[in-house]
Nanobody, 124 residues
Framework: QVQLVESGGGLVQAGGSLRLSCLAS??????MGWFRQAPGKEREFVAT??????????ADSVKGRFTISRDNAKSKSTLYLQMGDLKPEDTAVYYC?????????????????WGQGTQVTVSS
């Protein structure tokens, strides 16, 4: 059974930092990524990482401020998103995603597996 469980969201002031985590089980090492959805907006791609952690890709809006990484343990992978210099426009529900079909998750892709989401709120 595939499970993606996010944690680490919360309320932070503008300019602050947060680290999101996503524990993935039942999948093996596959491409993973983060998406987010702000109120009244469509879900958008944030970042992706390949199975080994060597290749990464970011949305322009977060490049230089967010870092995606992963830790591949024996039967589970933990995905991270280190977020820095947070802005009010980063406020959204952040979702972890995984997809065994490709080496990296593309912006337009609808990944096979999703977590339940974690709320990030940035106050000005």
């Amino acid at each position: 059974q595939v499970q993606l469980v996010e944690s680490g969201g919360g309320l932070v002031q503008a300019g602050g930092s947060l680290r999101l985590s996503c524990l993935a089980s039942g999948l093996g090492t596959v491409a993973m990524g983060w998406f987010r959805q702000a109120p009244g907006k469509e879900r958008e791609f944030v970042a992706t990482i390949n199975w080994s952690g060597v290749f990464k890709n970011y949305a322009d809006s977060v490049k230089g401020r967010f870092t995606i990484s992963r830790d591949n343990a024996k039967s589970k992978s933990t995905l991270y998103l280190q977020m820095g210099d947070l802005k009010p426009e980063d406020t959204a529900v952040y979702y972890c995603a995984a997809d065994p079909r490709s080496s990296l998750i593309t912006r337009a892709q609808n990944p096979d597996y999703w977590g339940q989401g974690t709320q990030v709120t940035v106050s000005s």
